[in-house]
């Protein structure tokens, strides 16, 4: 077989890369590149765009070390029976070509996760051993988050945790009965024992930082995981309360929701087709409710239908939890507590601060809701300012059509 070089090894493993969304830098220190060493210039393969909370787009070089794989998940195009070109990074070139990105200011930092080869622990002592080059070796400063393996030697996790700001490991399926029909080879119990020994170490790193300066920073932005959707028959419901559960047990940062895509050569076990985009954006506006808006999971839970279990795609779960509780609204924006308000479709957390601190001073009319949102018109059904005051939402039976968004904005998210 002929011998790939670096560029074929990028476009191939930067390709394989992209079937993951755990990549974004939120949770972490700026660092600074002064003093930090780098080299030339490669082109542009591999380069992802995350976005940080306060909405700085974050460029990461998202590449596998490999995508050859001893293991046969029936969902993952990298399986090891699958038909597709294989490669691998050493981990020296992993080093150089993100020094060569990350001097030329394309990258502000490495995303990196991998195939398993010969064993869990080899993998991932290759894994470690670039982010401890790069850090140890080369003063590299920029992002890194590292896709672990839950089988592997967990003081090799714990050494990617000194050099990483990030690191993930995968539940891979919302439920043990999918993880055990689709990827029979891992196992939920070790996955998440994984997890919890990861958590406990992060709880140590962030003790130890509290107490003494010098003590060394250990993924100081935290961990996170991802599911996939739609490959199993879990229902929005099903995968709102696991990731609910995985936020409390293992005080995760994110948990990401793939859309599962079909692949080729396919296991008949999987589905023909890949589910609604709009369904994957529905659970990360769920996912939002329950980190920013103070819902509980039930509360998320209760804006699925009740038949299905599903989320609606025509209008966001936000909006359809209240049209299920017509009886909390309208909301006062004069009087309401912060609570009630954060409850009102189209109001987000900024909005809902500026109204707080605003109406201690004065009373707010409609126009001074408007400044604050894109959305008055679907918004006014459901608040009260101090000259609007809408009709009883019970009353109101083609509520639904008025507020929900227009077609043409819904086939932005069409699949």
């Keep these: 077989m002929a011998q790939l070089d670096l560029r074929e090894k990028l476009q191939i493993l930067a390709d394989a890369a992209k079937y993951d969304a755990s990549c974004a830098s939120s949770g972490t220190t700026r660092r600074t590149s002064s003093g930090g060493k780098g080299l030339g210039s490669t082109e542009g393969m591999g380069i992802c765009h995350a ?42 070139e992993v080093v150089q070509l993100t020094l060569d990105f990350y001097r030329r200011n394309y990258i502000e930092g490495l995303f990196l996760s991998s195939g398993i080869i010969r064993s869990s622990d080899y993998t991932m002592e290759q894994i470690v051993e670039v982010a401890r080059s790069l850090r140890e070796d080369h003063d590299f400063r920029g992002y890194i988050h590292l896709k672990t393996i839950p089988d592997a030697d967990p003081g090799l996790i714990h050494q990617a945790g000194l050099h990483a700001d990030r690191l993930s490991i995968n539940v891979e399926l919302p439920t043990v009965a999918g993880l055990s029909r689709l990827a029979p080879e891992k196992s939920a119990p070790r996955i998440e024992g994984a997890m919890l020994h990861l958590k406990r170490d992060i709880e140590d790193g962030s003790d130890a930082a509290s107490r003494y300066r010098a003590a060394p920073r250990f993924a100081p932005a935290g961990q996170s995981t991802q599911m996939i959707v739609g490959a199993d028959a879990a229902t929005d419901r099903d995968i709102v309360g696991r990731a609910a559960g995985l936020y409390g047990k293992y005080q995760l940062r994110r948990v990401y929701y793939s859309a599962f895509s079909p692949i080729p050569d396919a296991s008949a076990v999987l589905p023909l087709q890949r589910p609604p985009l709009m369904r994957e954006h529905r659970l990360y506006q769920s996912d939002w409710l329950m980190r920013f808006y103070d819902y509980s ?35 006062d924006v ?11 479709p189209g109001l987000g957390v900024k909005a809902v601060e500026r109204i707080v601190a605003t109406r201690r001073w004065r009373r707010l009319a409609l126009a001074d809701i408007g400044r604050l949102t894109r959305s008055l018109a679907r918004m006014k059904p ?30 932005l998210f069409a699949a």
């Excluded at 976005?51 to 974050?58: K, L, Q, T, V």
């Excluded at 459901?382 to 819904?410: C, H, K, N, T, Y």
Aim: hydrophobic share 45%; aromatic share 6%.
């Design 334 to 344: 004069n009087r309401a507590p912060r609570e009630a308000l954060l409850r009102v």
């Design 51 to 92: 976005y940080a909370p306060d909405g700085r787009c974050i460029s990461l070089l998202k590449i596998l070390l490999t995508n050859s794989c001893v293991f046969d998940c029936h969902y993952c195009i990298n399986r090891k029976s699958s038909n597709v070109r294989r490669a691998r990074f050493t981990a020296a």
């Design 382 to 411: 459901f608040l009260i300012a101090s000259d609007w005051r809408p009709l009883m939402l019970a009353d109101r039976a083609d509520l639904r059509p008025i507020v929900a968004p227009r077609r043409e904005q819904l086939e």
């Design 297 to 331: 999971p039930r509360e998320v839970a209760d804006a699925a239908d009740p038949a299905t279990g599903m989320m609606p795609l025509d209008i966001d779960p936000k909006l359809a939890w209240a049209l299920r509780h017509r009886d909390r609204f309208p909301v």
